[in-house]
């Protein structure tokens, strides 16, 4: 596992919250759906490039448009994360969808499934 300096793990945090705020208020984009939660950052060490992983409640069709939105609004997203955050270079962004929270919704079902009593 990479060990991560404080100043990345900052960072990182800061272009969270900022990204998804922009994406709350700021994106007009109609593809990109309101239940998108940004769930992390990973920037590399130079600052050069960024992978911003976003969950979408929703169907895979919502997924695929919510991704394309994302990745047609980049530039948009970059020129306000510039104007927001002071870093010497602002990262490129590249977006990915991440399945987690909708995987651990779905293990929860299922051992709720399991746990529940012969009788009902």
């Not at 104007?83 to 779905?106: A, C, H, M, W």
């Amino acid at each position: 596992m990479k060990k991560r300096s404080n100043r990345i793990i900052k960072i990182n945090e800061e272009i969270k919250r900022e990204v998804s705020s922009i994406i709350s208020r700021g994106l007009k984009d109609p593809r990109v759906n309101h239940m998108t939660s940004v769930v992390s950052v990973d920037t590399t060490p130079d600052l050069k490039y960024c992978k911003i992983y976003v969950s979408v409640l929703g169907d895979e069709k919502s997924q695929s448009d919510t991704l394309e939105g994302l990745k047609r609004s980049t530039g948009y997203i970059r020129n306000e994360l510039a104007r927001k955050i002071n870093l010497r270079n602002t990262p490129e962004i590249t977006f990915v969808v991440d399945q987690s929270i909708e995987y651990g919704i779905n293990m929860s079902k299922l051992i709720d499934k399991v746990n529940k009593p012969k009788g009902e």
